[in-house]
């Protein structure tokens, strides 16, 4: 069958074309798209800052709702609403041990629709796409479609939290106040932290006030490091997250980390800006550093509830909402500075 699709042809340039959906083969639904949160790699793709093969199709924040389901598929049927996770392939040794984010076969499973060119985990850039069922998470009927569809970026930062292993009362500096650090900064909340933000614009410091953060520190004017030790006996923070993939900030974050803190590399890092570590001080002051990337199914089934049950509130990542057909207009908005997320609707 035919669907409709919105392709990234080349750097800043967009169109729309008419792609083949594969067949809805045994274990896979056909999924219609109903919203589509642009998120960072497809803003990237698009303005030609991250190497990609052209033309890509984009989308991986998605919700919709189920269409046809093929043989052996038991949990969802037709109508059913739904979100989709990444392309895990759930026959990997480490799928099966609950370390999904690093799937060996990501790349190697079907395509979701048949393009010659690039496209990851994604496809809601199309309206129609087929997918493994394991890879599709029901969500209720009364739940918004642009609230699910940030699914995946909050339960990024779920799985990121859960290895910060936040404990009652600790303090928690969050570097910036993007929809990332936004989750973090909710998420820490609900674990009983006292949360310090270090952000340097206006706006989003407003923001982290709002939304609950203890204190908030504009990097530009105070000294993150000594304002914090003098919050904490002198300590520092039991943990660092750090969002922004920006090399200046990592020695502040290992530097005002308490003993026995945990630093949370969660942004991505060019691999060319390498930064020295003192591994002497790591041992000394008993440090743990901590990667983190992209959701596991368990954390992606955990965000689904929290949005479904409102205990994250969205609305204050949802910049904007554009039709389908305007969607060239809405990648020009994304691409705005400062916007959290643009949705596009179907
Ligand atoms: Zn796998």
């Avoid at 809601?124 to 890879?135: D, F, H, N, R």
């Avoid at 969500?139 to 918004?144: E, N, V, Y």
């Avoid at 270090?198 to 709002?210: G, I, M």
């Amino acid at each position: 069958m035919k669907s409709k699709a919105l392709l990234i042809e080349d750097k800043k340039k967009l169109s729309y074309r008419s792609i083949d959906v594969p067949e809805v083969g045994d274990y896979e639904v056909l999924f219609h798209t109903q919203a589509v949160s642009l998120c960072t790699v497809d803003r990237r793709t698009y303005l030609g800052t991250r190497k990609h093969p052209f033309p890509f199709l984009g989308g991986h924040e998605c919700s919709g709702i189920i269409e046809k389901v093929g043989r052996g598929v038991v949990e969802v049927q037709p109508g059913d609403h739904a979100i989709f996770t990444s392309a895990y392939c759930m026959q990997c040794q480490l799928d099966r041990e609950g370390k999904g984010t690093q799937c060996k076969n990501k790349q190697k499973m079907p395509q979701r629709a048949n393009l010659h060119g690039g496209m990851i985990m994604g496809g809601g850039l199309s309206e129609y796409i087929v997918i493994p069922a394991w890879q599709i998470i029901k969500i209720p009927f009364d739940l918004d479609f642009n609230a699910a569809a940030l699914t995946e970026p909050l339960a990024c930062t779920v799985h990121s939290i859960k290895k910060a292993n936040i404990q009652f009362g600790e303090t928690v500096v969050i570097i910036g106040l993007g929809i990332m650090g936004y989750f973090h900064l909710k998420l820490s909340l609900m674990r009983g932290a006292r949360v310090i933000v270090s952000e340097k614009d206006k706006k989003r410091q407003e923001r982290a006030h709002e939304q609950g953060a203890w204190m908030v520190i504009d990097p530009t004017k105070q000294n993150l490091v000594e304002k914090v030790r003098s919050m904490t006996n002198g300590l520092g923070a039991d943990v660092v997250i750090n969002t922004i993939p920006s090399q200046g900030v990592w020695q502040d974050a290992i530097d005002v980390l308490s003993p026995y803190g945990r630093l949370i590399a969660y942004s991505s890092q060019d691999a060319k800006d390498k930064i020295g570590i003192d591994f002497g001080m790591i041992h000394s002051k008993e440090i743990q550093i901590i990667g983190t990337l992209n959701p596991t199914l368990t954390d992606n089934e955990e965000a689904v509830k929290m949005i479904a049950y409102g205990l994250i509130d969205m609305t204050p990542v949802i910049d904007a909402s554009y039709p389908f057909d305007q969607g060239i207009e809405a990648f020009q908005k994304a691409i705005a500075p400062g916007m959290y997320r643009v949705v596009i609707r179907y």
